[in-house]
């Protein structure tokens, strides 16, 4: 079956990039997801991008996609203190979307 | 305003009992799935359902029931034979036709 990773944690000061970064192992996937987690909260979609783009740009969230190396990045520029949450990624298709473990982002004022 | 809905928010059990989850949505998406979360192993699918009157089993479905019976509605429970119940539970909805799935806020559930 489908395997998502990603780094456990990533630290980054106020007002500098953040880049979180995620590998998948099933190359038929359509659909890669990033999602955010609030301590106690559900998971809130914040972008997603098909498998055919290689980039998608939504203010300050640059997606990435390299399908050759199965590899998805999420950048966010000029990181806040409200940034830091949990960042999921996920990859699937019509039926199943398998889930990283989550990359906690801590955010240094 | 349309959203899913998950209740309680804190649920205890005591050993030996079922609980019941609740997660009702009126996005009238025909998918819905469970979710379990313990800290350090991201989510982990515990059953879906893909249509009314119709639910799969998931990667960890041992220990927990569905039903189905309405679109806008996929409660889940815990029962006694689920040994470590202590989690975050999620319920999300759509999926279907390439569409990105929609979470609800969780329920923590905790033994007494």
């Known amino acids: 079956g489908e395997d998502v990773e990603q780094s456990l944690f990533l630290s980054v000061r106020e007002g500098d990039s953040s880049v979180i970064n995620c590998t998948y192992t099933?190359?038929?996937?359509?659909?890669l997801y990033w999602y955010k987690q609030e301590p106690g909260a559900g998971l809130q979609l914040l972008t997603y991008?098909?498998?055919?783009?290689d980039m998608k740009q939504d203010q300050r969230l640059t997606v990435l996609l390299n399908k050759k190396d199965k590899h998805l990045s999420l950048r966010i520029a000029d990181t806040q203190t409200g940034d830091s949450a949990i960042y999921f990624c996920a990859a699937g298709g019509y039926q199943k979307v398998t889930f990283g473990t989550g990359t906690k982002l801590q955010v240094i004022p | 305003d349309g959203g899913i809905t998950q209740s309680p928010k804190y649920l205890f059990r005591k050993e030996g009992q079922n609980v019941t989850l609740s997660c009702e949505q009126n996005l009238n998406h025909d998918a819905m799935y469970w979710y379990r979360q313990d800290p350090g192993q991201g989510l982990r699918l515990i059953y879906y359902?893909?249509?009314?009157?119709?639910?799969q089993k998931g990667d960890i479905a041992e220990g927990y029931s569905v039903s189905r019976e309405k679109k806008e509605s996929f409660p889940l429970t815990v029962t006694s034979a689920q040994k470590n119940p202590t989690a975050f539970y999620l319920c999300?909805?759509?999926?279907?036709?390439?569409?990105?799935?929609?979470f609800g806020d969780g329920t923590r559930l905790s033994i007494l």
């Open positions: 359902s893909q249509i009314v009157n119709d639910f």
């Open positions: 991008i098909f498998s055919n783009m």
């Open positions: 999300a909805c759509g999926g279907q036709s390439n569409q990105p799935q929609h």
């Open positions: 099933d190359s038929s996937s359509t659909y």
